[in-house]
């Protein structure tokens, strides 16, 4: 199938597409001047799609597909599951920070009320 072909199954702009083969991380056959995209094609660029939507940095993404031709689908479910568990982490330390501000708040409202300096009798 043909680039604009692709992009419609993928939601990838052709420009995007294209980026990314200069990139090196999709290498489509090439028929003439144009880009012949297979299946094995799609399924990394719709890997592609799902990680920038995410927001995965391609360039931890880059060593799973070094092989443009013959991704290493094992690298990456490793990194996703690495990333999975970066994330849980993250929420784990934002809960923390969660409690101890409502700690603080908790702390300042058993806190004598004081008056203005300018109030006093």
């Excluded at 690298?75 to 849980?88: D, P, Q, S, W």
């Excluded at 934002?94 to 409202?109: F, G, M, N, T």
Aim: hydrophobic share 35%; proline share 5%; glycine share 4%.
């Amino acid at each position: 199938m043909k680039i604009g072909e692709a992009s419609a199954l993928t939601g990838l702009s052709c420009k995007a597409i294209r980026l990314y083969e200069q990139q090196g991380l999709i290498r489509p056959a090439r028929k003439g001047t144009y880009r012949s995209f297979s299946q094995a094609d799609i399924d990394l660029l719709l890997l592609l799609a799902e990680a920038r939507r995410i927001q995965i940095p391609l360039s931890r993404l880059r060593s799973a597909i070094q092989d443009a031709r013959h991704p290493d689908w094992q690298a990456v479910r490793t990194l996703l599951t690495e990333l999975r568990h970066e994330a849980e982490q993250a929420i784990r330390n934002q809960q923390q920070r969660l409690r101890s501000i409502d700690q603080c708040l908790q702390e300042i409202h058993q806190c004598p009320a004081q008056q203005p300096l300018d109030s006093a009798p």
